[in-house]
């Protein structure tokens, strides 16, 4: 970098998991392609202060165009080929149409990813569910984050995270679920060693099977057997009950279901230490401290999400912060960390095949007919569509007969690979939009699109705690290389569809946020509203802070936590208990397998290792 050269900072976020952390690009006035700007956490941000992880502080060294995807390529006799983006998206286009005539909308299907960003992800869903008129849009992010947007709609109404970062430092007492912070969320892993600091009385309780870097910082590790979260946190919910420390006037105004998740939760110590493992001391000594302990955040990530049972263990654990009133309030309430930087953002727009954009429900015909009237839209799906792992079995059984990749290598990070590999060597039609040429995805690609890499595009991106930042683009585009929107945005066109006119990330926010207030009332009402940010130029676009939705023009600084009036999103305004019943894994190890499998993260590197 030449230092005689003016400097230019660009405020963005980090591409990499779901704390969401504000970076300083630092930039000499004649950056090329290539170039290795100076990376700085940024300190106005609220979600790390400042603060960057080994992966953040490195961001830098991963813009080199080394191994980039660059320029479209077609396969053709086996081999691939150079082309222009009209010859491929005309082959896409062309492909995709060519199957929906003969086999029906059912037979195409996206695979994304919650690495794009939400106008990438808005433009998708609309193109699948609106125009295309099939759910079959999934998301990698469907493997550590769907347990919690059903465990939060089937609790609270609505896919809410009530609380916020500031709660960890306010809380008397966390407790880590399936969640080695230190290596997954390692910037606000450090907010809470600080906490801990100051605040030496500060209860740190770490629920793993594993003892990992996460437990050197903790009071008490409980070590469970992996899948028996459900018996811990129902044991405690029936501890809570029997010594009465449920919050009865809270429950009555507030909640229901209370009785039948009681009865499914009548465990005593002793059966809840058998079950999972544990020293029935360690065990009353944890649930004497929670039911102590009024400020409690239970924040929970991949080790309770990622199981067969995930959606009842995050219920099982909102049931102990409802029976107690422990929800919305600082320092308290149930926590879901995101995976990655923009699974949340996946959410908002729809991008589950079960969901419909701006929190709507799928399977509920008003709510169906909101989305397509506002899309103006020629169809709209009428089912859920195929979900991740049986999306890739539909392609081996040729229901599935063309499929977008986009921002994610599922050859890698999907389980069994070699059934995914077949799958995509039946398929008929592969589309991959990456940024990198040689994946083990792209070997079984016909269409190489070149996709931004962070730096490059522009957007926002949602993090754990709801908050909507900014990345912002400080490199031009490499070689050929076009953002996710604009391809499938020029696919569509090429198909026939309006509505897919946009020239700008900010003409697509503008459109989900106008979406997110779309007849938002009555039985549609949903806390899930961008209107305080309708109607923003694009200067304002430009400059935008971030912030926590809802955002309206009655709170346009954002709202920082949720429920905290015991009003929740369920048409009667009332929170409900879960049953729920402890289930073992679907596959238990016996005679042939004796042994479990208990994968984590790589502190230093990011999911499959940039393969």
């Not at 995930?310 to 009133?325: R, W």
């Not at 899930?528 to 923003?536: C, H, I, K, N, T």
């Not at 309206?552 to 879960?578: C, E, M, V, Y």
């Not at 596959?587 to 042939?592: A, I, Q």
Request: glycine residues 10%; contains cysteine.
């Amino acid at each position: 970098m030449d230092m005689s050269l003016p400097v230019s900072t660009v405020r963005t976020t980090c591409p990499y998991c779901g704390v969401g952390c504000g970076v300083k690009a630092n930039l000499r006035s004649n950056e090329r392609p290539g170039t290795i700007p100076i990376i700085a956490g940024d300190a106005d941000h609220a979600a790390n202060r400042g603060r960057l992880c080994v992966k953040g502080a490195a961001l830098g060294e991963t813009l080199g165009l080394d191994g980039r995807l660059l320029y479209p390529q077609l396969r053709e006799n086996g081999a691939l080929r150079r082309a222009s983006w009209d010859e491929a998206i005309g082959h896409v286009a062309g492909g995709l149409a060519s199957i929906i005539a003969e086999h029906g909308p059912d037979a195409v299907a996206f695979y994304v990813s919650g690495q794009i960003l939400t106008e990438d992800y808005y433009v998708a869903n609309k193109l699948m569910k609106g125009y295309i008129g099939s759910a079959n849009i999934d998301t990698n992010s469907r493997l550590c984050m769907s347990s919690s947007v059903a465990g939060h709609k089937r609790a609270f109404g609505e896919d809410i995270v009530p609380g916020c970062y500031e709660d960890f430092e306010l809380a008397d007492m966390i407790v880590l679920a399936g969640s080695n912070a230190a290596w997954c969320h390692p910037t606000l892993f450090q907010r809470i060693l600080r906490a801990k600091e100051a605040k030496p009385s500060l209860q740190i309780v770490v629920i793993d099977p594993r003892r990992t870097a996460t437990c050197e910082l903790a009071d008490v590790h409980l070590p469970v057997k992996p899948g028996t979260d459900v018996w811990l946190f129902n044991g405690l919910l029936a501890h809570l009950a029997r010594e009465g420390m449920a919050d009865q006037a809270y429950v009555a105004a507030h909640t229901e279901g209370l009785d039948a998740a009681l009865a499914a939760a009548q465990f005593d110590i002793e059966d809840v230490a058998r079950a999972c493992r544990l020293d029935p001391r360690a065990v009353r000594a944890f649930y004497e401290s929670f039911a102590a302990t009024r400020k409690v955040v239970t924040a929970y990530s991949q080790g309770v999400n990622q199981s067969s049972s995930g959606t009842d263990k995050v219920n099982s654990i909102i049931n102990c912060h409802l029976l107690t009133g422990r929800i919305g309030q600082p320092g308290m309430g149930p926590f879901s960390l995101t995976g990655q930087p923009n699974a949340m953002g996946g959410r908002e727009v729809g991008g589950l095949a079960n969901m419909l954009a701006a929190h709507m429900d799928l399977d509920n015909a008003q709510h169906r007919e909101l989305v397509r009237s506002f899309w103006d839209a020629p169809r709209i799906a009428s089912k859920p569509g195929l979900k991740a792992v049986d999306l890739f079995r539909a392609i081996e059984e040729g229901t599935v007969k063309a499929v977008w990749i986009m921002a994610t290598n599922p050859l890698v990070s999907l389980p069994d690979a070699d059934q995914v590999r077949r799958a995509l060597g039946k398929c008929e039609l592969v589309i991959v939009s990456d940024i990198v040429a040689d994946t083990d995805t792209n070997l079984q690609a016909d269409v190489l699109l070149p996709a931004l890499g962070w730096g490059e595009k522009d957007g926002t991106v949602t993090n754990s705690e709801r908050c909507i930042s900014r990345q912002r683009s400080f490199l031009p585009a490499p070689g050929e290389a076009r953002a996710d929107w604009q391809a499938l945005c020029a696919v569509a066109r090429r198909m026939g569809y309006s509505g897919f006119d946009f020239t700008s990330a900010h003409a697509i926010f503008d459109e989900h946020a106008r979406l997110s207030t779309w007849r938002n009332e009555g039985d549609s009402k949903r806390l899930f509203d961008l209107s305080g940010l309708v109607g923003l130029c694009r200067t304002d676009y430009d400059a935008l802070e971030p912030v926590q939705w809802p955002v309206t023009p009655q709170a346009p600084g954002g709202s920082t936590r949720l429920f905290g009036n015991g009003i929740f999103a369920h048409p009667n305004g009332k929170a409900r208990f879960i049953a729920t019943t402890p289930r073992g894994p679907v596959h238990m190890p016996g005679g042939e397998y004796p042994l479990a499998l208990n994968t984590g993260r790589v502190r230093d590197q990011w999911h499959t290792m940039t393969r």
